[in-house]
């Protein structure tokens, strides 16, 4: 499968959803929520996430919201993420298909091409690409296969909390109210993607069964989680790792049937 591709040209892509602003006194009540409506669910984010196989590239987040028109955007003229919308803060097959568009132009400017690696969910259509080869992961096997699964949104999400921890914190130091915008959680999320190790990223792969010579993985004593922030509980971390981060045939059907004047329209990415 990976014949003819440079570990460099391997990469991993995958959704991972993020209850932006969720407290951790409210963890217990949202566990396994699957949160296709109500106020926890607009409180949510899509983010997809997509790295290589060394860690040496990682491709800017995407971040899929609820809404287009939002106050903390006014004035804004550059988000450090590719941003879009839709009703449900979901993936969608026509946004999957864009968003690989456009890296599929990019890819041929460069004169350059990748094995691309993706889970089989109805979301991720078989695109024809001339610069990325589409592969998708055999079905029932991507919690194993998936190298972005094996940690690396994990410890995305790990980096998210603690910098929203201490800034909660330094608010209740300077005696303010603390809120958290999308924008806010945008800007966050691109400072915790932003720190993610590269090592990190490639012991990943590694553990999902794709091997290289030339990564060198952390040892026992150094890892990334190891850091001098506030303590965040593995629960907060992984209480929306099950919500739900794309379409299905079976949501759209009961979606149309119920609330048929619901459709929002989708923002094109901002890349």
């Known amino acids: 499968m990976r014949a003819g591709y440079a570990d460099e040209d391997i990469f991993n892509t995958d959704e991972c959803a993020l209850s932006f602003k969720l407290l951790q006194s409210k963890t217990l009540c949202f566990k ?3 949160c296709i409506g109500g106020k926890l669910s607009k409180e949510r984010l899509t983010i997809l996430v997509a790295a290589n196989m060394t ?18 955007f006014k004035n804004v003229r550059h988000l450090p993420v590719m941003y879009t919308n839709n009703k449900k803060a979901w993936m969608t097959s026509p946004l999957f298909e864009r968003t690989l568009i456009v890296w599929d132009n990019e890819l041929r400017q460069k004169k350059r091409k990748i094995l691309l690696l993706v889970d089989n969910c109805p979301a991720h259509p078989d695109v024809k690409l001339k610069n990325i080869n589409l592969v998708f992961l055999p079905p029932n096997t991507t919690s194993k296969l998936q190298p972005m699964d094996q940690g690396v949104v994990h410890t995305l999400k790990a980096h998210y909390w603690k910098c929203l921890v201490s800034r909660i914190i330094e608010d209740i130091d300077r005696n303010i109210e603390s ?6 959680a945008i800007l966050l999320l691109d400072k915790a ?4 190790w590269s090592s990190t990223i490639s012991n990943c792969f590694s553990h999902a ?29 992984t209480v929306d790792d099950h919500v739900a981060t794309a379409e299905t045939l079976t949501d759209d ?4 049937v119920t609330n048929p004047d619901s459709e929002e329209d989708e923002m094109e990415p901002s890349y």
Request: glycine residues 4%; hydrophobic residues 35%.
């Open 32 to 34: 396994n929520e699957k």
């Open 55 to 72: 860690g040496s590239e990682k491709r800017q987040l995407l971040v899929i919201g609820k809404s287009a028109k939002l106050h903390c």
């Open 179 to 184: 809120k958290v915008s999308v924008l806010d």
């Open 193 to 196: 993607w932003q720190a993610v």
């Open 209 to 237: 069964g794709f091997r290289s010579d030339n990564i060198v993985l952390p040892s026992s004593e150094h890892k990334e989680t190891d850091l001098e922030v506030p303590q965040v509980t593995e629960e907060y971390i």
């Open 253 to 256: 059907i009961i979606e149309a």
